[in-house]
Structure formats: structure tokens, C-alpha cells
């Protein structure tokens, strides 16, 4: 054998070995990836390819129909997480009001996201591994809720359920589009577990209505948004108990058992040590405890009475503990009696929340009803009111249709009252489509039987199926023509947000220290910037106190405007560009916001040269980093 030179072998045995590992873990990886394949249904695998690709392309379009700034605030948040290493530290770096900004969401809803970053960052960095994160993550969440919309359409028995998907798919677009890549909020993650939830309630059993459950307890962790939708498997399993339904006791018993359970087992993965005591009414905290858990209790209790007493007596015993539950909670939590934005002053309120379009109901909005985005709700509303007229008419498969049709409904009526809720109701109509497309196929073509169901009920004629969703339809759009929305009233900050895209423009470097004062969609857009730069507001209720300061700050009735920039320590003030012709005929209602947008700043402020959408100041009686304007990035 021949001799060793010193050193070379080890290293080359090294390398060796550190080949094979790495091989071995590719090899590990595909291996996954097919079982994964191979255990997904072949329909499944069809529409996810297809609407993968659909949604990527529209993202290199540069259309992402659902996007908004939540996007850039959950980047920011993950990078925080990221940074620190702690999951319960949630006072975000980067926004200084300049009190700091408590995140209301979990950290779980950023572990996805983290977790897919930490595992590709040596090999690409961290900033490539965050991007391709924020890529991949969205679609495989979309591979599971398409399994689970195929679970949900295989419980109507159709004939060709894969068929059926697609149609599904194609209804639910509006809600699908939360899957897009680079759409990182945490809506994908909700619609999730609304789909796990509606499978759960239609299958009705012990097990299923425990994990319902535990679903219910997760869905409160990571946001109350979703509990009028989370609330309709309790209210199923209630009204069957009521009934006397055999065995409703014990779905009733399980299910409450479980969210009591839940309630307490997710408090301590999502709150720190340091919070135990506290009760945030914006995030899960000591008072979500207390409703998850005593709200199970009281449940569970009740389940035991199903052996005694008539069906009113089940009743009062659920709602006597419902009342004792919520009258327990506002006695101990006075303070969050008015909601989770209680906090907000009715300056912020007026002024932003209200103006917020997702904020508010469908008749109040300026120009929903008139966009081509309700168009986009169309399919979705004729599936929402055929789902309701076969629930009513089916003798087969009745609970799932009833299950399916109450939260179609109950989502399309919280949309119209709350713009925020109508991206989820398109998720349950994809059956209820199906049977129209199918009673509006003649006999005679071949095509018609690809959307039957295995059921043998003579089917509502297609006309009935349809004629209840384009009379909801047709009503919308004549109240949007006879009873118009008034236009929301103009502000000062109108004028300085006045720019589409204030993040499309360049980056700048900011001299270190810096902090930036302007309208909330610019500072989220600055957040990205290449050097740390601490911003007054954000577009969220936890940054009320810098959003309130930057509203009043452009507002006429402000006699000083300077005072908000001395409290804030901001350095710079940034605007978006205008055109002086554009705003003459407002210039002398908004006199501050009208000459910072067209370049002709106070002596107190002075302008930095600078490129494309935004206009840069200096505040130099600040000092320190206000001596220096931002240098172009790339």
C-alpha cells in the first residue's frame, strides 16, 4: 500500500465521508418528496401543478391578487425571528413611535418560514434562503389544502371526484390565491384549518370532534378572526345534542374536553414566561385562556346531561353556561369588553381604520362592487346559493351538505359585512358548482356525467340551482347604482401616500441611526432597507401611537407640525412625489402635505436628491444622522 502524504488522506477521507452524508441526505430528501407523490391522490398532484404554475407566473407578472402590506410585515417579523433566535421576544426591531411595536401575531405562524430558512442558509445565505422560503412554503401549504378540499368533495360520493376539484379549484380562486408564492400572511394557514374543520364537523365523531377542537384552540392562538367561522362546529354539535341525536352527548363531551386542553397546551408554545399574568386583548393571552378553557369546561359538563331532562332543558344548560362564560369574562377582563382594537383613539379610528378597505363592509366601499374583484366572487356566490338549495332538498348525504352550505353562507354574509371575510366562503362551494354545472349540461352530451354524484335524489332543475345566486348578484349591483357609497373625505396624508407602489422605487442606505418619518405603506416599504433603519409607523393597530403622530403631522388643524418630529426623534421625512398641477386644486386645503409632495419643503426641512417615487428630507434640528441624506441603493 502505498504511504499516506500527512494530511491528504484525512482530508481526503473526509471529504469522502462528507460526500456520502450529503448524498445520503439528497438521496433522503427525494425519497420523501416521492412518498409524498406517491401517497397524494393523482387529481391532487393535476390541479396542484397546474394552479402552482398559474399563481408563479402571476407573480413574475407582478400580479398578486390577494397581496397586501401584512406580505411585508410578516417578512419583517420572520427576519426578526430569525435575528433573535427567540420566539416570544415580539417587540419588532425597526419601528420606534418611538414607543416599541408589540407584534400581535404568534410565533408559529412564522416557524414555517424560519425553519425552511435555517435548513437552506448554508448553502445559499440567508437572504437567498428567506426568499426561497417565502416561495416554496405558500405552495406546499397549497398541496395540503387542496388534500384536504379532495377529502372534503370525496364525502359527497360524486362519481369522479378529481373532476370535481377542479371545478372546486376553479371556484375557489379568490381563496386560493392566499397559496401564491411570496403571499406569506397568515391566511393560508387559517383556510387550512377551516378546511380541516369543515371535514371534521361533516365525518361527526368523538375523535373528529375533538380535533375540531384542538383546531378551534390553534385557530384563537394565531388570530380571533377566524371564530365566527371556528364557532360553527360547536353550534352543530350543540344543536344535535339538543336534538338528542344518539351519541351527541359524547361528540359534545370531546369536543369541549379538547378545546379546554388545547386552549391550555398552545398558551405555553405561544406566550413567554415573562407574559403569563398579562391579558392582551389583541393576542392570545390570559384571557383567550380563560374563554378556551372554561368555554371547553362548560361543554363538556353539559355533555353529561344528555341522559336527563327534555330537549329544552340541554338547551338552557348551554345557554346558561354560555352567558356565566361570557359573563365571567368581561367581570375579570374589563378592559377588553370593547374588542381586541380597544386601544384605538377615535382620531386613529376615523382616520385610518375606517379608511382601511378591508375594514370595511362591502356597501360602504368606495368601488368594490363596481371592480372587476367582485367579478371574481361571482362563480363562488352561484355555487354559495346551490350549495343552500341542495342542502335544503338532499335526503342523502345531508349532514355534509348542511355543514357545507352553513359555512358558505355564514362566509359570504360576514364578507358583505366585513370585506376581510370574503377571501374564505369560495373554499366551500366547489360540490354545490359541480351539481349546477351538471343540471345545466344537457342529457344528451357525454361531458354531463363526469359531475354526477352517486346519489340517487332527483336534483333541483338547474334554473332553481342558479336563480337564487344571480338574484343576490343583481342586488348587490343595483344597490351599488341607486344607493352609491360616498367617497371617503380627503386628508393631508392622502397627498403624501399619494404613490401606487412606493416600495417598487430604489433602495436607499441610510445613514446609521436614522429614523424615518412618513405614512405607514412607506415606512412598511422602508423596512427592507439594505441598512437598519428604524421607522415611526407601520399599517397596523400596534403602531396606533406613530400612526396617530403621522396622521397629525399632515392634518391642517396641526399649528406646529415640527413638535411630532421632536417626538418621535425622526431624522428624515419621506413623501411621495406629485406633480404640482395635479394638486392645485387642493393645495391651499393641505397646505404642509401639498408642498412636501411637490418639492418645496418648510425651512425646516431640507430636501435630499433622490430618485423615483418618494421625496427625502432632512430634519437637521434633530442632529446627529439628519446631517446626511440616504445614498442610492441598487
Known amino acids: 500500500m502505498a504511504a499516506r502524504e500527512p494530511g491528504k488522506g484525512y482530508a481526503i477521507e473526509s471529504f469522502s465521508v462528507h460526500q456520502m452524508v450529503e448524498a445520503r441526505g439528497e438521496e433522503l430528501g427525494m425519497s420523501t418528496i416521492k412518498a409524498i407523490f406517491r401517497h397524494t391522490p393523482a387529481p391532487v398532484v393535476f390541479v396542484w401543478l397546474a394552479l402552482s404554475t398559474v399563481l408563479s407566473l402571476l407573480l413574475l407578472l407582478g400580479n398578486m391578487p390577494n397581496g397586501d402590506v ?4 410578516k417578512l419583517h417579523e420572520i427576519r426578526h425571528l430569525l435575528h433573535t433566535g427567540n420566539p416570544f421576544d415580539r417587540t419588532l426591531t425597526g419601528i420606534a413611535q418611538p414607543e416599541p411595536m408589540v407584534s400581535h401575531w404568534p410565533w408559529i405562524v412564522d416557524a414555517l418560514y424560519a425553519l425552511l430558512a435555517i435548513a437552506l442558509a448554508p448553502f445559499v445565505g440567508m437572504g437567498t434562503a428567506l426568499s426561497a422560503a417565502a416561495f416554496t412554503v405558500p405552495l406546499l401549504l397549497l398541496l395540503a389544502a387542496l388534500t384536504l378540499l379532495f377529502l372534503v368533495v370525496r364525502e359527497f360520493e360524486f362519481d369522479h371526484p378529481g373532476v370535481v376539484l377542479i371545478v372546486a379549484a376553479f371556484a375557489g380562486l379568490p381563496a386560493l390565491s392566499e397559496f401564491q408564492p411570496w403571499r406569506i400572511d397568515y391566511h393560508n394557514l387559517q383556510m387550512l384549518i377551516l378546511l380541516g374543520a369543515v371535514l371534521l364537523t361533516i365525518r361527526g365523531a368523538p375523535v373528529a370532534a375533538g380535533l375540531n377542537g384542538a383546531l378551534m384552540a390553534l385557530s384563537t392562538a394565531i388570530s380571533t378572526e377566524m371564530a365566527p367561522f371556528l364557532a360553527l362546529p360547536a353550534g352543530f354539535y350543540a344543536l344535535v345534542f339538543i336534538a338528542g341525536t344518539k351519541d351527541a352527548g359524547k361528540d359534545l363531551g370531546a369536543y369541549g374536553l379538547a378545546l379546554a386542553a388545547a386552549g391550555i397546551a398552545v398558551f405555553f408554545v405561544v406566550v413567554g414566561p415573562d407574559a403569563y399574568k398579562s391579558a392582551a386583548c389583541d393576542r392570545y393571552s390570559l384571557l383567550h385562556l380563560t374563554a378556551l378553557a372554561t368555554a371547553g369546561a362548560v361543554l363538556a359538563g353539559v355533555s353529561l346531561t344528555r341522559r336527563i331532562g327534555r330537549w ?21 377582563f374589563p378592559q ?11 382620531y386613529v379610528r ?15 366601499s368606495a368601488d368594490f362592487l363596481g371592480s372587476d374583484r367582485f367579478a371574481r366572487f361571482f362563480v363562488a356566490i352561484l355555487g354559495t346559493a346551490a350549495t343552500c338549495i341542495l342542502a335544503i332538498s338532499a335526503s342523502i348525504r345531508k349532514r355534509a351538505w348542511w355543514v357545507l352550505a352553513v359555512f358558505s353562507a355564514v362566509g359570504l354574509l360576514l364578507g358583505l359585512l366585513y370585506l376581510r371575510y370574503l377571501r374564505f366562503f369560495p373554499l366551500f362551494v366547489g360540490p354545490g358548482v359541480a351539481l349546477l354545472v351538471h343540471q345545466g349540461i344537457p342529457a344528451s352530451l357525454p361531458l354531463k356525467r363526469h359531475f354526477a354524484a352517486r346519489s340517487r335524489d332527483e336534483l333541483p332543475r338547474a334554473w332553481l340551482l342558479a336563480a337564487p345566486g344571480v338574484a343576490v348578484i343583481a342586488a348587490l349591483l343595483l344597490t351599488c347604482l341607486v344607493w352609491p357609497p360616498r367617497a371617503a373625505k380627503l386628508l393631508g396624508v392622502d397627498i403624501a401616500n399619494a404613490c401606487a407602489q412606493a416600495s417598487s422605487g430604489p433602495r436607499f442606505i ?7 418619518f412618513a405614512p405607514p405603506d412607506i415606512g412598511i416599504a422602508a423596512l427592507g ?12 393597530h400596534t403602531s396606533a401611537k406613530g400612526i396617530e403622530r403621522v396622521l397629525r403631522f399632515f392634518d391642517p388643524a396641526t399649528s406646529d407640525p415640527t413638535q411630532l418630529l421632536d417626538q418621535t426623534k425622526a431624522t428624515h421625512v419621506a413623501v411621495c412625489r406629485v406633480e404640482e398641477t395635479t394638486l392645485q386644486p387642493v393645495e391651499a386645503r393641505f397646505p404642509l402635505a401639498s408642498r412636501l409632495a411637490t418639492g418645496k419643503p418648510p425651512e425646516w426641512l431640507t430636501e435630499c436628491p433622490a430618485a423615483g417615487p418618494l421625496r427625502i428630507y432632512r430634519y437637521p434640528a434633530s442632529g446627529g444622522p439628519a446631517g446626511q441624506c440616504p445614498a442610492m441603493g441598487q
Open 510 to 516: 441610510w445613514p446609521k441611526g436614522a429614523r424615518l
Open 70 to 73: 401584512d406580505d411585508l410585515m
Open 350 to 364: 376615523d382616520n385610518w381604520l375606517s379608511r382601511i378597505e378591508q375594514e370595511r363592509s362591502i356597501f360602504f
Open 529 to 540: 432597507s439594505p441598512e437598519e433603519l428604524d421607522v415611526v409607523a407601520v399599517p397596523f
Open 312 to 332: 329544552y332543558i340541554r338547551a338552557l344548560c348551554l345557554l346558561a353556561g354560555a352567558g356565566a362564560t361570557a359573563a365571567m369574562l368581561v367581570f375579570l
Open 336 to 346: 377588553c369588553a370593547g374588542g381586541p382594537l380597544v386601544g384605538l383613539s377615535d
